[in-house]
T-cell receptor, first 115, second 113 residues
């Protein structure tokens, strides 16, 4: 079975400060991990993914995420938050060898960046 | 993502009515999905299809049905709408070559009175 958890419903950060949105996962084998962002009245947009290789993955809009196998985590980070980063963020996972199993999404974390 | 389109974008209907939500994609992906989004519950998978002849139930398929008319088209039907089906509905596509990265449509906001 595969699952993903986003322990924080809401994250507040001041503009210009670093931000972190947390995600932990559980899979039987090796994970494929994803982050998506949803702006108001829009569909989910793909930000970045971890497949293999370097544990630090860089994505769109200056976001990056760090894969930590020992802690089964894939936290989303950005060095300096912008007000325009305010949105709903979803983490997702699937097992590398579960070819016919769809992604499993977390419940989402709402990020508010305050000017 | 303009490659995945959904119609209608907004719909108001009455309890007991049958309605259909449509999804089309130009990404050439084999796999398509229907989700609903409710506040605090995240995304829940309703149905998914890995090719034209393949339909699979997701987490919350009761009260819904789907049709995969072609590789590019995947429709979701509510046979007899009820108020707790009021939600935001998303279609998504993926393929194996991108490790199942999903690409989402803009969503359909449905209100059942």
């Amino acid at each position: 079975a595969q699952s993903v958890a986003q322990p924080e419903d809401q994250v507040n950060v001041a503009e210009g400060n670093p931000l972190t949105v947390k995600c932990t996962y559980s899979v039987s084998g090796n994970p494929y991990l994803f982050w998506y962002v949803q702006y108001p009245n829009r569909g989910l947009q793909f930000l970045l993914k971890y497949i293999t290789g370097d544990n630090l993955v860089k994505g769109s809009y200056g976001f990056e995420a760090e894969f930590n196998k020992s802690q089964t985590s894939f936290h989303l980070k950005k060095p300096s938050a912008l007000v325009s980063d305010s949105a709903l963020y979803f983490c997702a996972v699937r097992d590398q060898y579960s070819g016919n199993t769809p992604l499993v999404f977390g419940k989402g974390t709402r990020l508010s960046v305050i000017a | 993502d303009a490659d995945v389109t959904q119609t209608p974008r907004n719909r108001i209907t009455k309890t007991g009515k049958r309605i259909m939500l449509e999804c089309s994609q130009t990404k050439g992906h084999d796999r398509m999905y229907w989700y609903r989004q409710d506040p605090g519950l995240g995304l829940r998978l309703i149905y998914y299809s890995f090719d034209v002849k393949d339909i699979n139930k997701g987490e919350i398929s009761d009260g819904y049905s789907v049709s995969r008319q072609a590789q590019a088209k995947f429709s979701l039907s509510l046979e007899s709408a009820i108020p707790n089906q009021t939600a935001l509905y998303f279609c998504a596509t993926s393929d194996l070559s991108s490790q199942e990265t999903q690409y989402f449509g803009p969503g359909t906001r449905l209100l059942v009175l």
